[in-house]
């Protein structure tokens, strides 16, 4: 994870980290995928993708990929 200013909130910094990644890969990545490109431990990961999927930010694939979840076209 690249170097972050002082003062963020940890969690919401790893949120859209996880974000870009699965949008730069294309729009669906696996737990591994994630957790080799980041420093995050997979526990945090799937924490954090349960999170976003509950919110629908994200959504879970049945080939347990995981990709970007219509509630981010809200966003755009």
């Not at 909130?9 to 737990?31: K, W």
């Not at 995050?40 to 994200?58: A, D, E, K, Q």
């Amino acid at each position: 994870m690249a170097e972050k200013p002082a003062g963020g909130v940890q969690s919401v910094e790893r949120v859209f980290e996880l974000l870009e990644l699965i949008t730069d890969a294309g729009g669906d990545v696996t737990l591994s995928e994630l957790s080799s490109s980041t420093d995050l431990p997979l526990p945090t990961i799937h924490r954090l993708l349960r999170t976003l999927v509950s919110l629908g930010y994200i959504r879970q694939l049945p080939n347990r990929r995981y990709a970007l979840g219509p509630r981010l076209i809200r966003l755009g």
